[in-house]
Nanobody, 114 residues
Framework: QVQLVESGGGLVQAGGSLRVSCVAS????????MGWYRQAPGKQRELVAS???????NYADSVKGRFTISRDYSRNRVLLQMDSLKLDDTGVYYC????????WGRGTQVTVSS
């Protein structure tokens, strides 16, 4: 049973914007804090943004002020708006609960070019 499906990645120039989306199973979406994670080439997966069940948000220092995480309750989606993208933002983006409890989805590739 597929529970987390990410989409919306792509190729973008540095300074540009992109929005990635994650559709989650209802139980996961409604009863968990959710997070967006990033795995850059050759590096471990890291948490970049999270949103609690009361919609309180937190961000890694590296993305603070540039990324915005939100929930779309009508579609059980977690969104990540990424602005002022940098080369270091390149990676595969995943969503999961925060902390991560569920099987990882396939992720969505974000590539930032110069």
């Amino acid at each position: 049973q597929v529970q987390l499906v990410e989409s919306g990645g792509g190729l973008v120039q540095a300074g540009g914007s992109l929005r990635v989306s994650c559709v989650a199973s209802l139980v996961i979406f409604r009863f968990n804090s959710m997070g967006w994670y990033r795995q850059a080439p050759g590096k471990q997966r890291e948490l970049v943004a999270s949103i609690a069940t009361d919609d309180t948000t937190n961000y890694a220092d590296s993305v603070k002020g540039r990324f915005t995480i939100s929930r779309d309750y009508s579609r059980n989606r977690v969104l990540l708006q990424m602005d002022s993208l940098k080369l270091d933002d390149t990676g595969v983006y995943y969503c999961n609960s925060q902390p991560a409890h569920y099987a990882w989805g396939r992720g969505t590739q974000v590539t930032v070019s110069s």
